[in-house]
């Protein structure tokens, strides 16, 4: 059998750790996790503890890809076998022509959709990863607690809500906290500001500005504040532009 080739291992390497390991395939990743087991089974740490320790984070990091590669993988193979039971519920109904002229109008509108969505999902992903400076694990963990929220909203605008807490510097172990919030806040006063995420932009801008307000919850925080600026528009007090205004006069200052 072909040895693997160490520069393409050495490349594949290098792109999971940059968080660039949407441009690698499931086979190179695999074979980098394999490639650098047995390394760190031929290195005792006492010889050469820096390049031990190196290859052990690499080693974290190119199995944690491996992991999530083969998770989304899964959902696309979850989508076939959703395909293959619609194809022989209608089968048995329809003979002849009619059965090859459905199969292959659900198999070339299937292919598309799956690797879309495979697609879009590990986008999403990276981007939730790269603003909130998240692991590949705690992003998987985000994306398994936004699907358990109790809302309308769909996942993919959950994980891009999240993505927006992170380029406003909330903590990472915060971000779960600040997607509900921000979720019903969207609901809520969305519509005034043109966007859920315009609605949370802004309301995370006055959590900073009004400091006398602001603790440790973000999430309550957050509520309080979308609260107040539904009641002001009921009101007549205020309009969702004239806070806007407010708040890009008085911000300028990002969340600490």
């Known amino acids: ?46 010889d050469d503890p820096k390049k031990y320790k190196e290859l052990i984070a ?28 619609e194809f022989s519920q209608i089968a048995t109904g329809v003979v002849g022509g009619n059965v090859i002229t459905f199969a292959l109008q659900k198999l070339v509108q299937f292919i598309p959709s799956a690797i879309n969505h495979t697609m879009k999902l590990k986008d999403e992903l990276a981007d939730v990863a790269k603003t909130t400076n998240m692991t590949d694990d705690e992003v998987n963990e985000l994306n398994k607690t936004l699907k358990t929220f109790s809302t309308r909203t769909s996942t993919s605008e959950l994980r891009q809500l999240a993505a927006v807490g992170g380029q406003f510097g909330v903590a990472k172990g915060q971000i779960d906290e600040f997607t509900e919030a921000a979720d019903k806040i969207g609901v809520a006063i969305g519509d005034q500001f043109g966007g859920t995420e315009a609605a949370a932009q802004q309301t995370l801008l006055l959590r900073n500005i009004f400091r006398d307000i602001k603790s440790d919850a973000i999430d309550k925080d957050l509520l309080q504040i979308g609260n107040a600026l539904n009641v002001l528009e009921a009101d007549g007090a205020a309009t969702a532009p004239v806070m806007s205004d407010l708040s890009g006069r008085m911000g300028g200052v990002q969340i600490s």
């Open 1 to 46: 059998m072909a040895k693997p080739n160490t520069d393409n291992i050495k490349s594949t390497v290098t792109l999971v750790i940059n968080g660039e390991g949407a441009k690698t395939s499931l086979k190179e990743v695999g074979t980098a996790v394999n490639v650098l087991t047995k390394q760190l089974r031929e290195l005792k740490e006492a």
């Open 58 to 85: 690499q080693k974290q990091a190119v199995t944690a890809e491996y992991r999530k590669q083969k998770e989304q993988i899964g959902e696309v193979r979850s989508a076939w076998s959703k395909f293959k039971s």
